[in-house]
């Protein structure tokens, strides 16, 4: 899954210092909220559920920096709006609030069970919920389920940002489905069939274990093929969800109400709890911390932690800190190396990179250890089959110019080469690592040009386009990866699979296509065996290491602060260490 979320921490050396320091001193408990339920302290929120209550009422406040890619839940990619969607659609399955890694436990949502898969791997069952409806009052029924799947995996000209899953996984039809704006047949893809209204069966192509996984994303969400226009559908989403919109100001925020034709005894997991739900975009995170501080603001909505300056003050303040949460979220920050573009298409120019960046310095970039640990492996330490690697080692993680020059030479670049790394504007913290990349690999003479994008466009019409990388030499890009699903096909298969790349929304940045990883990513993905599973994903992950496509820059964590008025809070890792959206409420 693209969740990749904002690092607001600009690179200022002092600060980090600051910060790691502060961060070092022991957590304390007990003034984390102010109702006599809080369970309050540092990282509170990761252990328990901060302020559980269901008094309803109120005004929750979500505010971000810059936009998303797409509210619209069949075309959009980033880990927040998986979450925050989950308000005003409901897919098949979802994860249930928990703290930690009890998020990570899959529920049926949409559906009455998990899924009925037959003994040779290859069909899927799901009954839906009886008396379901949309916010207008019409029946949901399995048809608009599987309408939801076709739009957001075969219409990649309309809507291009989310993953295409379902498209490698299903059968598809004998002559190639080319999704429903363009293929008016009334079966529509045919290995998706709903014999009745509650009852929708999926066929494979080949067995897939983590299919449960699959339909928790937003694109399972159901979408009445009579009320959608495509990329315009953004603007009057129908709620499924136990809020809907009362107005979208595309590009400056959103307003949800309660979802009258919700039904709370259709839904175990929702609670309903706020009046009103304000979303307010393009916010600078200073104001948003600010806000957040004083109880203006509920929640940051990308949920990648407050600036410098605030968590500087939050460290060394007792009582604010206690409202703090520092979390693993089985994310990582890398640099991919693209496998098209001259030198580095010579797998020992992507070597010497590998081997020449300092990420002590990247790390003290991103925010010190706070905010994240040095990585030296594509997997992160906290998704099944990591095993602890290091290829490309050197002394105490700083850089190694000989070992970079060496593989320079190799490569026919001994003087080094330029090229171009591209970063999100929005995200200060990421263009401060490209600038420390920046200068680490100009001692061995290659000279980086830094481009920056917006983070709504950057895989739409940026870094995500092969066309547009390759015919611009772009050779580096930033990103944030964090899983899908908890497993390791969740977390790899997007990123490193030749079989992934889009034209446009690409998260295989580097565009590798290596045979041998193709293999193993399908040789997992059908076995049933966990353990051999867990196998495959760490030499999935040797492999791609050594392809050196990707270089491992840190374990991203999160720090994020919660309002003492804030109920329900709890921070979980199916959301990358964000807040759980779905029943945060106010006191």
Not at 262 to 284: E, G, Y
């Amino acid at each position: 899954m693209r969740r990749s979320r904002t690092l607001a921490l600009a690179a200022v050396a002092a600060t980090a210092a600051l910060v790691v320091s502060g961060c070092s001193s022991s957590a304390k408990s007990g003034t984390g909220g102010t109702g006599s339920d809080a369970a309050g302290g540092q990282n509170a929120a990761t252990k328990g559920i901060v302020n559980a209550s269901d008094q309803k009422g109120g005004t929750v406040t979500y505010e971000m920096k810059g936009t998303p890619d797409s509210l619209d839940p069949g075309n959009t990619y980033y880990a927040y709006i998986w979450n925050f969607s989950r308000l005003y659609s409901r897919a098949l399955t979802t994860f249930q609030p928990g703290p930690g890694s009890a998020g990570d436990k899959l529920v049926p949502d949409l559906a009455t069970g998990l899924g009925q898969v037959s003994d040779n791997g290859l069909t899927w069952t799901y009954h839906i919920r009886a008396g379901l409806k949309y916010d207008d009052g019409t029946p949901i029924t399995t048809k608009d389920v599987k309408y939801a799947v076709e739009r957001s995996n075969f219409a990649p000209t309309v809507n291009s940002n989310g993953p295409t899953y379902f498209q490698e996984f299903l059968v598809d039809n004998s002559t190639p489905y080319q999704g429903p704006y363009t293929d008016k047949s009334p079966d529509g893809l045919q290995s998706i069939q709903t014999p009745d209204d509650t009852t929708i069966v999926f066929h494979l192509k080949q067995p897939f274990a983590d299919f449960d996984y699959l339909v928790s994303a937003p694109q399972t969400a159901p979408v009445p093929q009579s009320k959608d226009d495509g990329a315009g559908y953004v603007k009057h989403i129908v709620s499924s969800g136990s809020y809907k919109f009362q107005s979208y100001d595309d590009g400056k925020g959103a307003v949800l109400v309660p979802n009258t034709n919700w039904d709370q005894s259709t839904d175990p997991i929702r609670k309903q709890l706020a009046d009103k739900i304000v979303l307010k975009m393009n916010i600078d995170q200073n104001t948003i911390d600010q806000d957040l501080i004083a109880g203006n603001a509920q929640v940051d909505l990308v949920g990648g932690g407050v600036d410098p300056q605030t968590q500087a003050k939050l460290l060394l303040d007792s009582k604010l800190k206690a409202q703090t949460d520092n979390a693993f979220g089985g994310r990582l920050a890398y640099l991919a190396l693209n496998t098209k573009v001259a030198p580095l298409d010579d797998v020992n120019c992507r070597k010497a990179v590998e081997y020449a960046i300092d990420k002590v310095s990247v790390q003290t970039a991103e925010g010190g250890p706070v905010r994240g640990a040095v990585a030296t492996s594509v997997l992160p330490p906290d998704i099944p089959g990591y095993q602890s690697i290091n290829p490309y080692a050197s002394p105490s993680d700083k850089g190694d110019d000989a070992k970079a020059k060496q593989a320079l030479a190799a490569c026919g670049h001994p003087d080094g080469f330029t090229t171009t790394i591209t970063a999100r504007s929005e995200r200060d913290t990421e263009v401060a690592a490209a600038t420390s990349i920046q200068a680490a690999l100009g001692k061995v003479g290659i000279k980086l040009n830094i481009q920056q994008y917006p983070q709504g466009k950057y895989f739409s019409d940026y870094a995500g386009v092969p066309n547009f990388i390759n015919s611009n030499g772009v050779g580096m890009m930033m990103m944030q990866w964090a899983a899908d699903w908890p497993s390791g096909y969740g977390f790899l298969q997007q990123i490193v699979d030749g079989r992934s790349i889009k034209a446009s929304g690409n998260s295989n940045l580097s565009q590798l296509d290596d045979p041998a990883v193709n293999k193993l990513i399908d040789d997992a993905g059908s076995n049933t065996d966990q353990g051999a599973r867990e196998k495959d994903y760490a030499a999935i992950d040797a492999q791609v290491m050594s392809d050196a496509v990707i270089v491992p820059l840190t374990d991203v964590k999160v720090f994020n602060f919660r309002p003492t008025g804030n109920t329900n809070v709890v921070s979980t890792s199916a959301y990358d260490g964000e807040y759980d959206y779905l029943n945060i409420g106010t006191k």
